[in-house]
């Protein structure tokens, strides 16, 4: 931690900041320069009890310098973890894609889509039992109904089942059902949420919040890894921005960067990342090219019919032709992507 | 809600627009222009079933007229809401003031701090029991101990009691301590919290998210008072953006925008919305300047030893200042702020 | 200027930056931290060659220390600056209000505008001769038949003038015209632009880009100083964030910062930050509550027939009422604003 | 353009609105729904004369429904469109790369890159001579002298040459020694200097604002248009978010949406886009998957003794094998990039 005087600043002020060091068990390593004096502070690892001094008099800034995550740190671990769902791994050199509906609405629906994206070649089967919905009067979800619909069609087709718990009330049943949790981008840093999540051991996929910063989103996941649960799958979803001809910003620099800070597995969503049915493909290449370890992936058999994030959903058909392009791009930076090959 | 049909695209898909808003027992009204077509669609007031007509062939957009949210409307409510909180009023003539620490550290500095805050003229105590920390490292709370700490400040000096509920589990014991309940930014669009405290009927200060826009701010109250609590106290606190000479950037701009469109109380948080200690004070003379019905405000007694948020905690001598020149631009827009008057 | 190792990075690595810093002419001094290694570069204030440094090996970040501008800071000037526009002062203990159309029109509607805001209080009239419009479509501006225009009412009231240069073409002819020269948001950064008025020695009125940081708009007012033109008036006119209730986002919060780092005198412009007339009054009065030195208001005796920027323009009457309302809050922070007292 | 009336506004101002409408030689369309009437306004493409409805009474709000470029737009001209800049094609089947330092500091240091960057198949070198800086104490660039070394660079390589022009100054220098003429960020809505790059003719490099929308980059791209010059090859580079891990955020997501709009030609400049020389590789790899019709990346012999933007340039090695990496994701996706192919 670095602690910079004010130019100018009383020779007391700085005595009184190198004593609050001392006193806390820190040393103080003074440096002069030309215009700054700077006090660098050296000690055991955790400097929260330093923030204060930011507030002392002739203090004009403090400077954290250790990245504020460990467990998910690639200095602590520096190869990449693969997260195992029940036999489907992600963050190796193949692959991993979820998809399915926005929301389930019927076994029907659920079946035809999960049907359709195995053939495809997706390996986890996604779907919305509990919605978080932006108004009270839009529709909520179908519940434990929706998720015995989730367990119907992982029982006939071998998919593993993705689904968001959007409360701790819900966690018990999505234990019971899912392969693996997602807390979806609202509850990015929801901290009782993935304290609870950290305890369960369940695998989990974790969304990136539409505000959030990368090292804040890190240090989120840290809440999972310090409660003991190291199988977490990231999600780069889309950020807020200004720009609104997309309805998030899918921001692709947080693959790389995120790559190169943790050894968690990364996924892509551009589903919800652009909201827009026809950006989903070109995204869903783009994200695999920097580098993702899979997709995240809205299909409805009739995106018209919907109950939620319709403009957002591909056809079955459409799919099937994004995987067909993504394998290619795959491949041509390394990875593959299980499914038919290309005739 | 208008549907905006492509350029040049074919009479088959705006009949088939057409078919469907009739099909969903809506009237539709065509419109042709020099250059687009626009199909217009009335009926009844919930527009949801229409949603999907942005992902059929030939359409360019779709544009909801209606705003989202009812019960918080003026639309629905034209005068102004005034909340009760115990016997203390939010949204009248007189401005409210909320003070208290970050976090409840001790009984002696939730005392200290209440008796100061008391005597500048605040009404409420605030102190966080349960926080929700960016690093799980990171200092967390007192618990149920901290909720009894603000209940005995409550009872020697009169002064009614906000914390923060950050999650289900935690709400049935902030309901037996609190006269209010606060909602905090990052669980701004928690939609199950929200429903359960709207459940509740006590009172909520119920915070911005940092990156929620004013409507879907709005829509997230709707979720309590769908649920029949009324008593929703508004609180701008600070949004994202790219400037980072304060922590947030506060939105003064949301609170003469949200008066307009509902008829809840709005308060403002320089505290949070700066992150700085100096800025809070005119910050939060520009507040009640340009309307806010009144003020959170963070007060430590020795801020440089506060177990969290300390650069941004005003000292109790400085929060009485703060008071004063409050006072003074309260009555040159013709509100009043209680305590002391200008010797 | 502070450079971090990365943790584990071999000891050739921090001997490679140190030989970089020495042979460059500044002192290196190293820290060993219990996880990370610092090296602090001492020396003259110039640390620009320094810069590369963040891409050798073994590097993970490198901050800078100190402001980068100077002849704006306090800490060359402590005192704040009082800016001299043809005998109307900016930057005392009186505020100082300009106002008028967005665009000039017609003689007429100048001189109208003009009687009238001078008859509130307005020292300066405002008036745009040259458009910079979003579309190439848009009513571009009436060219030097407009600077006549606002010269007349120049002579005929005794307002001083203000107008904006969009490009170095139209500098001598607004040089002939006006007393005060203005620099749009759109050029904040267009550093040529900045230099030559810069050169000019004629008072500016300099807009802060609506995504620049308040670093870098102190920057870009330093191109100007460091050309020895010190009178720079700044002014916080909006920026983009994702909210879109408002055109733009004012940010009140910059005005204490920029008073708090530059002895320079800034005001509020509220009618381009909101873009919406309704809200025009009430953030007039908080940037006045929060310290501004004055305020910049559009002002159109026909809104709905004004050439360009309309919805955000105020009719004379409540122009009047503004300055009424903002008069009694400038008093209640020890400010006057010129103009009849409150009967 | 919809006009939609505030719930329970009287009939009086309904009227005045369709008079108003009518009155300027549009005709209304009166639409009354359960909760809202609207009206819609048909006639003449340009609805200018119709903003100020915005501001009538009664008028909750005004919705345009065209979109605001016209000869950049596909509805104008389906087909993409192919640059010629002196034989070197942009937009076609070949992806087109640019390469070079930021600035420009000597004879043997452009030589040096521009032998490299041929020989790994870039067409186009760049490099700046006059240089916009943050600060005014920075290096400014070379100016002729700059420009004299990219021709000899030009004349040994047959490499064309691409160089920003940063006002209208330096406007005929440029033209008499340039290929291409490129408009930085900053510049981007410089609408003085896009028009007179309009008049000039010569294909150019137009760089997307920090902080402007895809509708307001293309209508600045109408500019240009308007005046004549339809040479115009769009560039993303990274927008102002509240992301900091990374310079800016390259905005990909602007990719499909801009290329579903317009017909010009647009790259990917992931240099500037990160800031970061780790993240360029990535993100060139994921704006060719994505659609971009070709890169701009900044190449130094010597990245730590570049002028400026050292932390963000390749190494002519590492670039080398980003244009190997770049041709596989190519070729996935259809496209093909000039140079040596894989062995």
């Not at 966690?171 to 979806?184: K, N, R, V």
């Not at 056809?315 to 990875?335: I, Y």
Request: glycine share 8%; net charge negative; proline share 6%.
């Amino acid at each position: 931690m670095i602690i910079v005087m004010e130019p100018g600043s009383k020779d007391e002020y700085r005595q009184a900041v190198i004593s609050e060091i001392e006193e806390l068990g820190y040393q103080a390593h003074v440096i002069i320069g030309v215009e700054r004096t700077v006090v660098a502070c050296v000690g055991h690892e955790d400097k929260t009890p330093l923030q204060h001094i930011a507030s002392m008099p002739g203090v004009e800034q403090v400077i954290p310098i250790l990245k504020p995550f460990k467990l998910a740190s690639r200095e602590t671990k520096a190869e990449s973890s693969v997260i195992d769902v029940g036999g489907v791994l992600i963050g190796g050199q193949e692959l991993t894609v979820m998809a399915g509906p926005c929301s389930v609405e019927s076994e029907e629906q659920v079946l035809t889509i999960a049907r359709a994206v195995k053939a495809a070649g997706a390996k986890i089967l996604r779907g919305g039992a509990f919605k978080p919905r932006t108004s009270p009067y839009s529709f909520q979800g179908m519940g434990e109904d929706g998720l015995k619909i989730l367990a119907t069609a992982r029982d006939e087709t071998g998919l593993k089942v993705v689904t968001e718990v959007v409360s701790l009330r819900e966690l018990d049943l999505c234990l019971e059902y899912a392969d693996m949790l997602q807390i979806g981008a609202r509850n990015c840093q929801n901290y009782p949420l993935l304290r609870e999540i950290g305890m369960s051991q369940r695998p989990v996929l974790f969304k990136r919040g539409m505000s959030t910063t990368i090292k804040e989103y890190l240090q989120a996941a840290e809440y999972m890894l310090s409660e003991g649960n190291y199988s977490v799958v990231l999600c780069e979803r889309g950020i807020r921005t200004f720009e609104d001809a997309t309805r998030f910003t899918l921001d692709l620099n947080a693959v790389p960067v995120i790559k190169s800070q943790t050894h968690l597995p990364l996924i892509v969503d551009p589903s919800h990342g652009t909201g827009v049915w026809r950006y989903v493909t070109p995204m869903a290449k783009a994200g695999v090219a920097c580098g993702a370890d899979g997709l995240m992936i809205e299909v409805h058999p009739k995106p018209k019919e919907a109950a939620s994030d319709g403009p957002q959903a591909l056809k079955p058909d459409t799919f099937t032709e994004l995987m067909r392009e993504v394998r290619k791009v795959a491949e041509s930076v390394g990875r593959t992507l299980p499914g038919a090959p290309e005739e």
